[in-house]
């Protein structure tokens, strides 16, 4: 009688044997034993001689043991035919194992570097946008200073402008009275002046050799010039002359000490005025260079030629101080 197959996967029992024989090989091996058995039996049954009557009993037993022999004949190829397909598909299914797990391999590889990958892509995606973060906070705290540093040189600006049209105001004013009328009127009153005060000295002169030649006529020749001297100091005239000299001498000493006093002033106040424009063209023309700077590292070109073109107030009053220099006596 023929065995059954294996279940997949699972060895036979014979499994030890080298030739991996079935089962069925055993049950042959039996039936023929038992067909040899039988025709021992007939024989012995012909020597004793009551072979007739069990005869039918024996042939059908043969012929069932015959039948039986080759139906278990074909169920033993066709148990051998499933177990070599079922060995080939156990082979198939065992390189197929194999494969899948080369496969499986490979595939765990490639997912645990794709993860790293992915890790390492985003870290660098968060190191970069950190990166962002900083160069947008940079970016920001550069357009404040700049915005700032623009601001202060737009008030530096407006007061190197405010102080330049004062000190141009001065300047004029300086110019008005440098100019060739005034000194001009200056003088001719000057003159007037004086020509008036010679008046007067040759008038007081000629009262006095008056007032002489009286004394020397009432007196004589003899003390004379003392009686003349002493009665002279004690007129009237004399001490209105005297008192004119000193108030003329007086104003015309306080005047020149005015116009001294004025004149130093004037020129104290335009070397202030000269030295503070120079201290704020350079802080300016400093202010200036630093904004360039930072505007060209961090702006575009047209913030570039904003920044160029914004010096030129200064230019355009550096021109107008050149037409109106101050004026030095």
Do not use: Y
């Not at 014979?14 to 067909?35: C, F, M, N, W, Y």
């Amino acid at each position: 009688m023929a065995t059954r197959p294996q279940p997949l996967g699972m060895e036979p029992e014979g499994s030890a044997d080298p030739l991996h024989r079935p089962e069925g090989a055993g049950g042959q091996h039996v039936t023929t034993q038992k067909i040899e058995g039988l025709m021992e039996m007939v024989k012995k049954l012909q020597k004793v001689g009551s072979l007739e009557p069990r005869i039918e009993v024996l042939i059908n037993r043969i012929n069932e043991v015959q039948q039986a022999k080759k139906k278990a004949s074909e169920e033993l190829g066709e148990a051998q035919t499933v177990w070599d397909t079922l060995q080939k598909d156990l082979d198939s299914l065992h390189e197929e194992k194999v494969r899948l797990k080369d496969i499986l391999n490979k595939k765990q590889e490639t997912l645990r570097i794709m993860r790293l990958q992915c890790q390492e892509k985003e870290s660098e995606a968060q190191r970069k946008h950190s990166m962002l973060q900083e160069c947008k906070e940079r970016i920001s705290f550069l357009n404040s200073q700049m915005d700032k540093e623009k601001e202060k040189l737009r008030q530096l600006r407006l007061d190197f402008e405010e102080q330049l049209e004062a000190l141009m105001s001065q300047h004029k004013d300086l110019l008005e009275f440098h100019k060739p009328e005034h000194l001009a009127k200056e003088t001719c009153a000057l003159d007037s002046s004086k020509e008036q005060l010679l008046k007067e000295e040759k008038l007081i002169e000629v009262k006095l050799e008056d007032v002489k030649h009286r004394l020397s006529a009432l007196c004589g020749p003899e003390g004379s010039s003392t009686l003349t001297e002493g009665l002279f100091l004690r007129s009237h005239e004399a001490a209105a002359a005297m008192q004119l000299f000193k108030d003329e001498n007086k104003k015309a000493e306080e005047f020149l000490e005015a116009a001294a006093q004025q004149h130093h002033q004037l020129l104290q106040r335009c070397q202030q005025l000269q030295q503070k424009r120079q201290r704020l063209k350079e802080e300016l023309e400093k202010h200036g260079v630093q904004i360039l700077a930072q505007v060209q590292s961090m702006q575009d070109e047209a913030d570039n030629s904003w920044m160029m073109a914004s010096p030129k107030p200064l230019g355009v009053h550096e021109e107008k101080d050149q037409e109106h220099p101050p004026s030095r006596t």
